[in-house]
């Protein structure tokens, strides 16, 4: 925050002082030419939304010869430079046009690219044709990475079922996915997993992805009352037994809810839900370990 604060009263500032200064005069900086901001980033193209690439992304605004030059740095999405820019002092925004490289994953080698630069300063996109890629877009926020994007990755661990208040609990080992959204909030998806030899046959419970669970900092968790905001939202469920036998998509009940904590190796996702008319409500505990390579 300190790192914003200082951009935007430097842009105040230095635009003032270059309309008054003489050809002769140094040229004036806005951040540290070294350190620069640093920041995280959101990708966009045709084949994702909004994926976290980590926080070691870098933007440098120098003033040089009477221009406004921007350079952005990231270890995955390449080296780009955007000579001659517009800075607007009065909205504290950037636009502008330049060249981004990067090295191609497959082949290795370095490719260059024309690209475009514009929004606020502090949070500008980079729009950059990558051939059969397509229009892809890289959104930089300069500051710390939110307690979303330090949930990003893949949980290896148990989920724990208990159905109703005489069941289980009942083991599964799965790997949930958490992903992180620009807004701060997070996505959670649970796979298909299977329940063998419950007191109500062999349960199969389906894959689900819940969205935009938000940070509750009062109880220092992510939450979301799914259930009466995703109306859409649907389960999979598959009972095989002497008691039971279901077969379909069923919705979540109004008193459908979800939390995300996290531990000292981890997190904990606890999923209370209820499908359809069923009369038992299930609440699935998931352990998961520190995120995985996937």
């Not at 990231?74 to 430079?81: E, K, R, V």
């Not at 892809?136 to 661990?157: D, H, M, R, V």
Request: hydrophobic share 35%; charged share 20%; proline share 5%.
């Amino acid at each position: 925050m300190k790192a914003i604060k200082f951009l935007a009263l430097a842009l105040v500032a230095l635009l003032g002082m270059t309309a008054c200064s003489s050809d002769d005069d140094e040229p004036k900086l806005i951040i540290d030419p070294v350190e620069g901001l640093s920041g995280y980033i959101f990708v966009s193209s045709p084949f994702f939304t909004n994926s976290y690439y980590g926080d070691a992304a870098k933007l440098t605004i120098q003033n040089e010869k009477d221009q406004w030059n921007a350079y952005f740095q990231d270890p995955q999405w390449g080296n780009g430079t955007f000579e001659n820019v517009t800075i607007d002092g009065a909205s504290h925004t950037i636009s502008g046009t330049g060249t981004i490289s990067m090295t191609d994953i497959h082949s290795g080698n370095a490719n260059t690219y024309d690209a475009t630069i514009s929004g606020d300063v502090t949070n500008p996109v980079i729009t950059v044709q990558l051939g059969k890629m397509g229009v892809t877009t890289i959104s930089f926020f300069a500051g710390e990475a939110p307690k979303a994007c330090q949930l990003n990755g893949n949980y290896a661990g148990t989920n724990s079922v208990k159905v109703g208040d005489t069941y289980g609990p009942y083991d599964a080992d799965v790997t949930c996915k958490v992903t992180p959204n620009p807004d701060g909030t997070i996505n959670v998806t649970i796979p298909e997993h299977k329940l063998m030899d419950t007191a109500i046959g062999n349960l199969t419970l389906g894959k689900v992805t819940i969205e935009g669970l938000y940070f509750d900092e009062v109880n220092n968790r992510f939450y979301k009352e799914y259930g009466k905001l995703d109306k859409e939202l649907n389960m999979h469920f598959k009972a095989e037994g002497d008691k039971m036998n279901l077969d379909g998509d069923y919705p979540f009940s109004d008193n459908s809810e979800i939390e995300v904590k996290t531990t000292e190796t981890g997190i904990q996702i606890i999923n209370r839900y209820q499908l359809g008319k069923m009369p038992f409500p299930i609440v699935a505990t998931f352990e998961g370990t520190i995120p995985s390579a996937k």
